[in-house]
């Protein structure tokens, strides 16, 4: 997310403007690889935007080990003033191949899938398992759990119901 501070809570909303790494503009219209959330000033004076990269974009930088959008602000009551510098917004992109053990599973039982992920400095916003293609949670017998964020960690886990094993 963007967030800037010292804005008048009673004053015109700023104009939070987005860059994708090619350098071209975000639209709000691209409902299909972005959600953005530019929310008014709080009491503490701060106003926060929040661009979420949808998959269909996200699966464009898969190759990456992090991507950086720009974020600019412009003042909606003074229209001739400049917008702010660029601030380089960065995420870095982890993808985990799961490597499966030795582990034997009976016939029709619910077998559990389970990936912990190191290294951490704050819960995952969302976690994606893929046989081959995403696989959605409670479609076809399948059912995902991000876990919980501890010390740097979280697990996650995979049900996969007993006819599919």
């Known amino acids: 997310g ?4 010292d804005v008048d809570p009673d ?3 700023l104009i939070v403007t987005w860059k994708d790494p090619d350098d071209v503009a975000v639209s709000s219209k691209d ?7 530019q929310e008014r000033a709080d009491s503490g004076r701060t106003q926060l935007s929040v661009l979420t990269i949808k998959e269909p974009k996200m699966n464009k930088y898969l190759s990456r080990q992090s991507i ?3 974020c600019s602000v412009k003042s909606s009551q003074y229209a001739a003033s400049p917008p ?3 601030v380089l ?4 992109i982890i993808n985990i191949v799961v ?15 389970a990936c912990t992920v190191s290294g951490l400095t704050k819960q995952l916003d969302d976690v994606q398992w893929s046989d081959g293609a995403i696989i959605k949670s409670g479609s076809n017998g399948y059912t995902i759990s991000k876990g ?8 996650t886990t995979l049900n996969v119901a007993g006819p599919q094993n």
């Open 148 to 155: 919980k964020f501890l010390r740097g960690f979280q697990k």
């Open 84 to 86: 702010s510098a660029d």
């Open 11 to 13: 004053g015109a909303n």
């Open 2 to 5: 963007c967030t800037i501070k």
């Open 31 to 37: 409902t299909t690889n972005y959600a953005l959330s």
């Open 89 to 92: 917004v960065t995420a870095n």
């Open 99 to 113: 490597v499966p053990g030795n582990v034997e599973q009976l016939v029709s039982t619910v077998a559990t899938v």
């Open 68 to 70: 950086t959008y720009k």
